[in-house]
T-cell receptor, first 113, second 114 residues
Framework: EADIYQTPRYLVIGTGKKITLECSQT?????MYWYQQDPGMELHLIHY???????EKGDLSSESTVSRIRTEHFPLTLESARPSHTSQYLC????????????FGSGTRLTVV | QQQVKQSPQSLIVQKGGIPIINCAYE??????FPWYQQFPGKGPALLIA?????SEKKEGRFTISFNKSAKQFSLHIMDSQPGDSATYFC?????????????FGEGTQLTVNP
């Protein structure tokens, strides 16, 4: 049973649409992350948050935005989806100042047509 | 640039074999080196982790070997089983001002044949 939930699991959407990928965790973790996973497996950090009202961009440039209004919720938004946004998006959370143990959600597989 | 390099990209072994996955890093500020296991349709899950002042750590059939001077570490899976077939990621953790961040290797797709 997952303590971090991502919805939807799969999404096929047309170019130009606005989409929001949801991520919620029930563990009270202060740190949350969004990763983009290539078809070739590699994980790229695109956004992270160390607490409410704190968000930072990750290593991979992304046209998406995030918000952290509540501890448990970290949604990712694409204002205008493009085919290049087609990917798997993974949300994760962790706690503690030096935690290396991330809990990942099962991901959202996004296809933009 | 890729801060954690992982090899091989894919690996096929027979049941009972000992697959070995290798990783190398450059940043000496990394303070923990975890391994994650990912099954199809799931997110990665923490498998085992090691600190840089320890040369080896075992948890069940999984062993991490760490060579600090060479800046390399590896995962060994003893008596591998078909259920171990998954993608494995090494990672390195670095403490930042407000918390820590993980940098992942490129991943290794392991297949254990029955």
């Amino acid at each position: 049973e997952a303590d971090i939930y991502q919805t939807p699991r799969y999404l096929v959407i047309g170019t130009g649409k606005k989409i929001t990928l949801e991520c919620s965790q029930t563990m009270g973790h202060d740190k949350m992350y969004w990763y983009q996973q290539d078809p070739g497996m590699e994980l790229h950090l695109i956004h992270y948050s160390y607490g409410v009202n704190s968000t930072e961009k990750g290593d991979l440039s992304s046209e998406s935005t995030v918000s952290r209004i509540r501890t448990e919720h970290f949604p990712l938004t694409l204002e205008s989806a493009r085919p290049s946004h087609t990917s798997q998006y993974l949300c994760a959370s962790s706690d503690g100042p030096t935690s290396y143990g991330y809990t990942f959600g099962s991901g959202t597989r996004l296809t933009v047509v | 640039q890729q801060q954690v390099k992982q090899s091989p990209q894919s690996l096929i072994v027979q049941k009972g074999g000992i697959p070995i996955i290798n990783c190398a890093y450059e940043n000496t500020a990394f303070d923990y080196f975890p391994w994650y296991q990912q099954f199809p349709g799931k997110g990665p899950a923490l498998l085992i982790a090691i600190r840089p002042d320890v040369s080896e750590k075992k948890e069940g059939r999984f062993t991490i070997s760490f060579n600090k001077s060479a800046k390399q570490f590896s995962l060994h899976i003893m008596d591998s089983q078909p259920g171990d077939s998954a993608t494995y990621f090494c990672a390195a953790s670095e403490v930042w001002t407000s918390g820590s961040r993980l940098t992942f290797g490129e991943g290794t797709q392991l297949t254990v044949n029955p």
